[in-house]
């Protein structure tokens, strides 16, 4: 059943090109158009959403926040995401033309259904991204986009996550093109590049054996932090988020950009720090930054471990470890960078000696508030 692997965790990792290839399947046609035919919300309704909430928790948050990028970028709708647990109490300002997105793996998380209830009870319209046939959060909401990531039996979110991205991806490219926006050729362009993805995750798959070298070799450090800027800032959350709950590590996410804040103060001599590289083309300007946070950092004894897409020379005079993703649009990037930090934590764990399947006080499906 673990299909040849010690751990479901293993082999949900494994089985990742393929979730994200099933998720796009039949929603792109071949002249590059988007169809969801299981949004029931109509073309005209969709015109009028002046907002954008996403509400989610935990791994499916963290899906949410790239979400944001990629919906205002491609729709020019403001886009806010929040995590469902504070959105429900804080009596936020919705109506009709609001539209929110709950995303949710098992469909049954409480936090993320109370949401979307009080979201339904103001007049919002909700749009599920889920993973669980026929499941509670999807039954109640106005329309559900699907996830094919098949059954996740870990308890730590993996497959379930890309293909959570994806989707929000083709909410984000629909509304781009039901609404028009200026992007029209970056979105055409897109969508074809979204088409193809599957063969780089598979690429960064085959490419993990020093990943998880450098994992079992941190096995008795306390403590790693993560750093990303615009969508890496996410996957730098999930990153840290992946190590807590597996390998019962102190480990944190930071925006990048937020260092001489306060993180920096955490630097010390050999201190592992993960830092997510954006693409040296497009937003040129994230990246130069980044690679000054990395000069900072290491000049404070820090020991980089850098996630930098392939012929990202820039990098390499300060990069500890370097591990390479294939090229890939900006927006699109956490489908790639995402992969190497769950290795990185399903090992680091393992050498730990910890059930990866069954972390300590955790449950698959959190049905509590
Ligand atoms: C982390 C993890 C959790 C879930 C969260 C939401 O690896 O799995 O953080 O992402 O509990 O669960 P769902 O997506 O089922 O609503």
């Known amino acids: 059943e673990k ?8 082999k949900e990792i494994a089985e990742q090109p393929k979730a994200v290839a099933d998720t796009l399947l039949g929603r792109i046609d071949g002249a590059g158009r988007l169809h969801l035919d299981e949004v029931r919300i109509t073309p005209r309704e969709l015109r009028e959403v002046d907002k954008v909430v996403i509400v989610a928790c935990g791994t499916a948050f963290h899906a949410g926040m790239i979400a944001k990028y990629a919906i205002e970028h491609w729709t020019r709708i403001p886009c806010e995401t929040e995590l469902a647990s504070e959105f429900r109490y804080r009596d936020p300002i919705l109506d009709h033309r609001t539209l929110v997105v709950a995303i949710s793996q098992s469909g049954e998380t409480m936090d993320t259904l109370m949401a979307l209830r009080h979201a339904r009870e103001q007049g919002a319209k909700v749009l599920a991204i ?15 986009l699907y996830t094919h990531a098949g059954p996740e039996v870990a308890v730590a979110s993996t497959k ?23 992007w029209g050729d970056e979105i055409r362009t897109v969508i074809r590049q979204l088409s193809e993805i599957s063969g780089a995750v598979e690429r960064v798959l085959a490419t993990m054996e020093p990943v998880r070298a450098l994992a079992r070799s941190l096995a008795d450090h306390d403590t790693v932090l993560f750093l990303g800027r615009h969508v890496g800032y996410p996957v730098a959350l999930e990153g840290a988020l992946k190590l807590k709950e597996l390998a019962y590590m102190h480990a944190e996410g930071f925006a990048a950009g937020e260092l001489k804040h306060g993180p920096i103060a955490l630097i010390e001599d050999d201190l592992p720090v993960v830092v997510v590289v954006p693409s040296p083309r497009g937003r040129s300007v994230l990246h130069d930054k980044i690679v000054s946070n990395i000069q900072e950092i290491r000049a404070r004894g820090a020991r980089t471990i850098v996630i930098a897409e392939e012929g990202d020379e820039a990098v390499v005079p300060y990069a500890d470890h370097l591990i390479r993703i294939p090229v890939t649009p900006t927006l699109l990037q956490p489908l790639v960078s995402t992969v190497p930090l769950q290795v990185f934590a399903c090992e680091l764990a393992t050498a730990r000696g910890n059930d990866v399947d069954q972390p300590r006080n955790l449950a698959k499906s959190v049905t509590v508030e």
């Not at 299909?3 to 293993?10: A, E, K, S």
């Not at 293909?163 to 929000?168: D, N, W, Y």
């Open 3 to 10: 299909g040849g692997h010690d751990y479901f965790m293993l």
């Open 160 to 182: 379930a996550f890309l293909t959570q991205l994806v989707a929000c991806y083709l909410v984000a490219l629909y509304l781009g093109q039901i609404c028009g926006t200026k």
């Open 130 to 144: 889920c993973n669980t046939n026929g499941s509670t959060i999807p039954r109640e909401s106005d329309a559900v």
